[in-house]
Nanobody, 115 residues
Framework: QVQLEESGGGLVQAGGSLRLSCAAS????????MRWYRQAPGKQRELVAG???????TYADSVKGRFTISRDNAKNTVYLQMNSLKPEDTGAYYC?????????WGQGTQVTVSS
């Protein structure tokens, strides 16, 4: 079955860095666009970054220049390198795989940035 397993979250001070990983299985990884979303308490889930099968990347304005999304197709894994973290980056981060109408989600990993 389809599985997306996020890891790498944690507690970090403002200005610090974290690297999130999402290991995928159960589908053809290279055929899917991979995305990271986040959801802060009391707020809607928002798109943070995305990467196509051809490695074209997109970012939310709020993270441009600080976050980098990448994928390793040999390992069926997508990463989110987060630098210069701010308290407003706090939230649950979710991995998403999408291809046409097929969409799969991970369980999320918590990122907390202290000021």
């Amino acid at each position: 079955q389809v599985q997306l397993e996020e890891s790498g979250g944690g507690l970090v001070q403002a200005g610090g860095s974290l690297r999130l990983s999402c290991a995928a299985s159960g589908f053809i990884f290279t055929a899917y666009v991979m995305r990271w979303y986040r959801q802060a308490p009391g707020k809607q889930r928002e798109l943070v970054a995305g990467i196509s099968s051809g490695a074209t990347t997109t970012y939310a304005d709020s993270v441009k220049g600080r976050f980098t999304i990448s994928r390793d197709n040999a390992k069926n894994t997508v990463y989110l390198q987060m630098n210069s973290l701010k308290p407003e980056d706090t939230g649950a981060y979710y991995c998403n795989a999408v291809r046409y109408t097929n969409s799969h989600w991970g369980q999320g990993t918590q990122v907390t940035v202290s000021s």
